[in-house]
């Protein structure tokens, strides 16, 4: 195995995984650098979710490495990657999935007391996260009856209560309306360029992948090497698969672009 770059906080190679038969990567490479957003965005089934699955040690895949600030996760065993996830990573998906028998600084403060932080630490930085998503006016309310909005803002607390290291948001904002999406987006995005919190964001949506550094175009399972024209993707997995070599195509300076339907090379 070797090692991958040292300015990439989140590295995968090579990575393969099917689901009883049906293909959802087909040799995806990709590098993400510390305190980057980085959004992977392409249609639904293209295999976004499960890329995010494999980098958050959700997921083994089939084939291939996933390394996470030079060490590898995918040889983790099971109990390792899940103390991983719980103390580095953060986790925003499209279902808030907040407790309702809990109330929202109890929600937000969820990961700390889990992980055995006394109730006074993780209500302090529970409602330090609340107030700063601008939601600290309810941290007493049940999650019940609360605006789709300000139920997401929860989970983004939630997802940033740890300090985590990477935060990974899979359709952060798609049950909400339009106007409530950026509003999320942007709370979620501000609050980890404030902090150096890498975020690594699965979208369909172009809007939404426009707040992002750098935009990883995703089709099929690959890295799509244009994201104006999927079909040109033909043949893209076997050059994915050898990887991204070191200090290649790293970063927003590098082929960056806010513009999904500007044609460019993939930046892996
Ligand atoms: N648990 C699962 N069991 C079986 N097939 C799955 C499972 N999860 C995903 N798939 C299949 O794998 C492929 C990739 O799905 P994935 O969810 O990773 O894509 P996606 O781009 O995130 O799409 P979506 O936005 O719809 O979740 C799809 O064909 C999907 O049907």
């Given amino acids: 195995m070797e090692a991958p770059p040292d300015n990439d906080v989140l590295w995968a190679r090579a990575l393969r995984h099917s689901y009883q038969g049906t293909p959802a990567l087909l040799g995806v490479s990709v590098g993400v650098r510390a305190g980057e957003i980085l959004a992977l965005a392409g249609p639904r089934g293209s295999g976004k979710s499960t890329l995010l699955r494999c980098l958050s040690g959700q997921l083994v895949p089939d084939e291939g490495e996933v390394w996470f600030n030079s060490g590898p996760v995918h040889t983790l065993p099971e109990t390792a990657r899940e103390r991983l996830r719980r103390d580095r990573f953060g986790w925003v998906g499209a279902d808030p999935q907040l407790l309702p028998e809990l109330n929202v600084w109890e929600n937000a403060a969820l990961p700390l007391l889990l992980r055995g932080e006394s109730g006074r630490v993780a209500r302090a930085a529970a409602r330090e996260w609340l107030d700063r998503l601008d939601i600290g006016d309810i941290a007493r309310r049940r999650p019940t009856g609360l605006s789709a909005a300000r139920r997401q803002r929860v989970a983004v607390a939630r997802a940033l209560v740890t300090g ?12 909400l309306h339009r106007d409530e999406r950026t509003l999320v987006l942007r709370t979620l995005t501000s609050a980890a360029r404030t902090h ?9 949506d172009p809007d939404i992948a426009a707040h992002a550094d750098r935009i990883v175009p995703f089709a099929d399972g690959r890295v799509a090497p244009f994201a104006h024209d999927p079909g040109q993707d033909q043949g893209q997995g076997e050059d994915q698969a050898k990887g991204p070599g070191k200090g290649q195509g790293k970063g927003p300076q590098q082929g960056q672009s806010k513009d999904l339907s500007t044609p460019r090379p993939a930046t892996v």
């Fill in 196 to 204: 150096g919190i890498t975020v690594v964001l699965a979208t369909t």
């Fill in 164 to 175: 985590p290291a990477v935060v990974f948001a899979d359709e952060p904002t798609a049950p």
